[in-house]
């Protein structure tokens, strides 16, 4: 497989440290709030990509993190005056919801950097021994950037360039050596979550979490490491700093970046008013849609969201589902088992839509290309299909077609026919914990359905339900 590395600017073959084995880290999201459509397209992107590589045979050890200890979180939890904890737990469970529904699998290990403090402290402890860290009066510790030499070997910016660039935001009074020192430990102030550290109470910089919890997980030296472009620089380019300076080794052989995501054509902005979160986006469609629109663009270019385009991904994923749809409809009245000659041949003829799709994929996870394959496969099957034929030659045609789907976690089962019995089961659990008293969990599972556009309304004969 081919994979374009960041570091290198180009395309190279992957060949992973330990023969079948796949060690990934992808960077995870803030958590203080819903999260957005551009947090989603790594999530969903290097799933797929994850899920390719668990088809071709790999063992994948895929750690994403959530950042669940930030200035962020900790200014929402001060605008509603509760713990900063609560408002990270509350958003680590949404987001998984919204990770359920676009159908991106929970990773192999989800670290939390609250949890992982000592291995931080540890981290930097080794920094400041070798020399490669400081701390100062206040109890900040900053990174000597201009000790590490490669510094700036990942965004490809030399270090003059980037010390230029810092000059300029050098606040007064700050303490630090240079310019460009980045922050790996910051004091305590009034009202803030801290840790106990040698440098006093305070809380770990971001760079470091990432850094600390892909050693943990992975090892010091990992094969991929991924996110989103914007996170190249300093995010990524500081990751490297201070685990290869702690280290002495390569921290990622390979570094995977996904393009911007625009919202029709202009760079999304709350105060635009052009920002989505996915939970606004699963109010008008199945995030199964989402899903499909982001894989049908190649990850590393930037993607334009609109109406329209979402439209097109909405027919087009129903094109892929009817026909899947149509083949089991023909399979329940079928009353032939046996394949024939003929039906052999034509189900040979579909070899050529796999080995499309996964020379696609094997080109730096081209899910566009791979997306194509597949809209060909459809189109083969709607040629080459009807109730003549065997049980057995529709069967083959439908598992390869949701073989191929599966590839890139979408799913082509109906989804009517699956909701509504869920729905009742639900309503079912629902009057239970009402009966139980257990309120929380009636309201929960009327908050999970309203999620899913599912109303409920309680009338004097019962519980009805409508689709939004
Ligand atoms: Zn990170």
Redesign the pocket.
């Known amino acids: 497989m081919k994979i374009y590395n960041t570091l290198t600017r180009q395309k190279e073959t992957f060949t992973p440290i330990e023969e079948g084995k796949v060690r990934m880290y992808v960077?995870g999201p803030t958590v203080y709030n819903l999260i957005h459509i551009g947090n989603a397209r790594p999530m969903i992107v290097f799933d797929a990509f994850r899920r390719y590589m668990e088809y071709k045979g790999y063992e994948v050890n895929y750690v994403t993190?959530f950042t669940d200890v930030d200035d962020k979180i900790i200014k929402k939890a001060q605008e509603e005056g509760v713990e900063a904890s609560e408002i990270s737990s509350r958003y680590i469970a949404e987001c998984k919801k919204d990770m359920e529904g676009m159908n991106v699998r929970p990773a192999t290990v989800h670290p939390l950097a609250t949890e992982e403090i000592d291995g931080m402290i540890e981290m930097i402890s080794v920094l400041i021994e070798k020399g490669y860290a400081y701390a100062v009066a206040d109890g900040t510790v900053y990174f000597r950037t201009g000790k590490f030499a490669p510094y700036g070997k990942l965004s490809h910016k030399n270090p003059e360039d980037l010390q230029a660039g810092h000059r300029d935001i050098k606040v007064t009074g700050e303490l630090k050596e240079e310019p460009f020192d980045f922050v790996l430990w910051k004091p305590k102030k009034e009202g803030e979550p801290a840790w106990k550290s040698p440098w006093g109470e305070g809380r770990p910089g971001w760079h470091i979490?990432?850094s600390v919890m892909s050693k943990k997980y992975l090892g010091e030296t990992i094969d991929i490491h991924a996110?989103g472009e914007d996170?190249i620089f300093p995010?990524h380019e500081n990751?490297i700093a201070q685990s290869e300076a702690a280290s002495g080794k390569e921290f990622a052989h390979y570094w995977m970046h996904n393009g911007f995501l625009n919202i029709d054509n202009r760079k999304m902005s709350k105060s635009v008013g052009n920002f989505f979160t996915v939970r606004e986006i699963a109010q008008k469609y199945d995030l199964q849609v989402l899903r499909f629109f982001m894989l049908s663009a190649h990850y590393r270019s930037p993607l334009n969201f609109s109406a329209e385009l979402m439209e097109a991904a909405k027919s087009g994923l129903e094109r892929i589902c009817t026909a899947a749809e149509q083949i089991e409809r023909l399979q329940k009245v079928s009353d032939r088992k046996e394949m024939t000659a003929e039906e052999e041949e034509l189900y040979a003829g579909t070899e050529q839509f796999r080995e499309k799709f996964e020379a696609a994929m094997e080109d730096d996870c081209n899910t566009a290309d791979a997306v194509s394959a597949i809209f060909e496969l459809v189109k083969y099957i709607n040629t080459n299909v009807s109730a003549e034929q065997s049980g057995s030659y529709l069967r083959k045609l439908y598992d390869r077609l949701k073989t191929l789907c599966d590839v890139l976690g979408i799913r082509i089962e109906l989804k009517e026919e699956v909701l509504d019995g869920e729905i009742e089961k639900l309503i079912q659990e629902r009057q239970d914990a009402r009966k139980n008293k257990d309120f929380a969990r009636a309201d929960q599972i009327r908050d999970d359905l309203a999620q899913k556009g599912i109303i409920l309304k309680d009338t004097r004969e019962g519980v009805t339900w409508k689709r939004a």
Do not use: A, M, P, W
């Open positions: 960077c993190n979490e990432c996110g996170l995010h990751e």
